[in-house]
């Protein structure tokens, strides 16, 4: 058995490795803007009596995807919720109220952004439709997500394509 050596096929290895950390890494930006976009329209959208739940909401970025990331939450260790998707509520507990905006795909390693509201009354407010709020509405993150899809995908798109 003989073996051949390629002339330049380590080198392009070492760049195909290099294109991929920069692909995944530019994909973890994309996502957190678009995630940010969308904490920041449905904090606009959100109820405010004193602002705490407005304040409350945050963007957690991760590069292994829903189905490989858990949150533990501090008052109750064994409940541990993820989320699966990308365009609705994916998860709730009484402590936060969360939405995965993500795109798990082979290229990305399943790059995921988790939206969320910590408020321990987040849950309810953003569900309870029959409310009347002076400032704000109710389902204010739902909103954002199907109202402004196109947004969202035209921020991650255009991030992406700053890539080539």
Known sequence: MSTHNIEGLEEYLRNLKSVRKRYHAKALRA?????LFVLREAQKLTPVDLGNLR???FVVVTGLGPSHTKFEF???PSRDSHANMSSKVASSTKETMEVALGLANAN???????????AYYA???HEETSMHHTVGQAKFLETVIKTRRNEIMKIYTDEMRKLF
């Open 74 to 76: 501090k008052d109750d």
């Open 123 to 125: 849950l309810f407010v």
């Open 55 to 57: 304040a409350s909401g």
């Open 108 to 118: 990305t390693k399943g790059v995921a952004a988790y939206i969320a509201f910590g």
């Open 31 to 35: 996502v957190s803007k678009a995630a």
